[in-house]
């Protein structure tokens, strides 16, 4: 209890970042299981297409 009010509050921020971190790979374990299927049906070139597309959202997300 001490060490939190010395702390600032600082341990909750690092629980909340914590759960944040958890809930978007939680989320992004649904998008992969979603993609699988669909990804394994590509060509070679498809793929290729279809990984960069994928990291394209992930930086216009800001989630790199």
């Known amino acids: ?10 341990d909750e921020q690092m629980r909340n970042e ?9 989320d992004q374990r649904n998008v992969a ?14 793929k290729k297409v279809f990984i960069q597309e994928m990291v394209n959202l992930s930086h ?3 989630l790199d």
């Open 33 to 46: 299981d979603a993609a699988e299927p669909l990804f394994a049906s590509l060509d070679e070139k498809q």
């Open 1 to 10: 209890e001490e060490l939190a009010r010395a702390s600032g509050g600082g």
């Open 60 to 62: 216009e997300r800001g």
């Open 18 to 26: 914590a759960q944040f971190l958890n809930d978007r790979a939680v």
